[in-house]
């Protein structure tokens, strides 16, 4: 096998295949990316057996075969050469990346003990814009669980009811929501739970015009981005009945300026861990919202944002990063912070232009 390609092509299609190799395995050969010349294209292939991804790209391929590099050796190698043409010449043993003046002699591994890669049978499909996609993951995905014994809160619900495509996570402490109407939804209605870590590497490709496919299987998604394809296993098991604890009234309902509310958080953490409590006091009459935090033998912090108050006064507290870590996610100017009582969950959802709820599990006020 031998073939050239620019050296930031190389480097993308590395970076994008890499999420998929096993990192701790005891085959050998899932630590390496395997890759395809034919015609005038590489293909990319790698698995953990859980996750596998393939990408496809044009190179001049001066001699077809196949080969399985070291995965990390390879990325890092190429990483640090110049920008320009890389030429890779490989045997069944062996391979030679050059590039200018710069050239590494590598051990490979057998292509023929690299798995080939999933062919699934999809049930349902549909087409999601790329940055809507994304930006839904960004909101959810930062607070599933990351307590493997409970692998089910380590992924993300993804539901379609209708046309609502809807993602909810949820870490026991807290609860995300969002969702979005699609234009024409393809699908019957399905739901599945996706791991977190993975959506997040998704959401994480460079942003472009192009939609993104999802497609379910009986226990798989496939999920396609331009060239790419990424097929990953879906994650068994009873998802929380969120819908339960959404609360249906409030008490209290703030009405306030996303990024005042964002700054005094930030400023009101400074008194102590970021595990620390910050407690708020919404006062009706005065429309104003009292945000302080108190650690012993450091000392106190106060603020007061203006609100537009609907309601009776209220009082709660919350887990600081929890809150500021919601709070994060609203995209919107606006924000509105509903709360029943100091022993019930509160909620953020964003005013317009987007639908985001994220709910906090109260600290105890003392």
């Known amino acids: 096998m031998k073939f050239s ?25 899932l630590s390496g990316i395997l890759i395809d010349a034919h015609g005038d294209e590489l293909t990319f292939q790698a698995t953990d057996l859980e996750l596998s991804i393939q ?17 990390k050796l390879f990325s890092d190698i190429v990483k640090n050469l110049p920008d320009m043409a890389v030429t890779v010449e490989a045997t069944d043993d062996s391979a030679v990346i050059s590039c200018d003046a710069s050239t590494f002699q590598i051990k490979a591994l057998s292509a023929d003990d690299f798995p080939g ?8 499909k549909i087409e999601v814009p790329f940055g809507t996609f994304a930006s839904m993951v960004r909101r959810v995905a930062r607070v599933v669980s990351r307590d ?71 226990n798989q998604i496939v999920v396609t981005y331009q060239s790419t394809v990424f ?10 009945n969120y819908k339960q604890l959404l609360p249906s009234s409030y008490t209290t ?29 919404v006062d009706a009459d005065g429309q104003v919202l009292t945000l302080s935090a ?20 209220g009082e709660i507290a919350f887990n600081c990063g929890y809150m500021q870590e919601g709070l994060n996610s609203v995209e919107t100017d ?26 906090i599990m109260p600290v105890r006020i003392s």
């Open 117 to 124: 890669f999933p062919h699934v049978d999809v049930s349902q």
């Open 294 to 313: 108190t650690t012993q033998d450091v000392g106190s912090a106060q603020e007061t944002v203006p609100v537009s108050c609907d309601g009776e006064s």
């Open 334 to 359: 606006q924000v509105y912070l509903d709360i029943q009582s100091s022993l019930k969950p509160g909620v953020l959802r964003a005013v317009g232009g987007e639908d985001y709820l994220y709910l």
């Open 55 to 71: 990408y496809d790209v044009v190179a001049l391929v001066e001699e077809e075969g196949r080969a399985v590099l070291p995965g």
């Open 231 to 240: 097929i990953n296993r879906r994650i068994e098991g009873n998802f929380p």
């Open 253 to 281: 309902r703030a009405t306030v300026d996303t990024h005042a509310l964002q700054a005094a958080v930030k400023r009101a953490s400074l008194m102590g861990p970021s595990g620390g409590a910050v407690r708020i006091s």
């Open 148 to 218: 493997e014994s409970r692998a089910i809160i380590t992924g993300v619900l993804i539901t379609l009811e209708g046309s609502t495509l809807r993602m909810v996570a949820t870490d026991s402490y807290r609860l995300a929501v969002t969702q979005t109407e699609l234009p024409e939804a393809a699908a019957e209605d399905f739901s599945a739970v996706i791991s977190g870590t993975f959506l997040s590497d998704i959401a994480s490709l460079p942003k472009t015009e192009d939609p993104i496919t999802l497609a379910l299987a009986q």
């Open 5 to 29: 390609i620019n050296k930031s092509e190389l480097q993308n299609a590395l970076s994008v295949v890499l999420k998929g190799v096993a990192s701790r395995s005891t085959l050998p050969v």
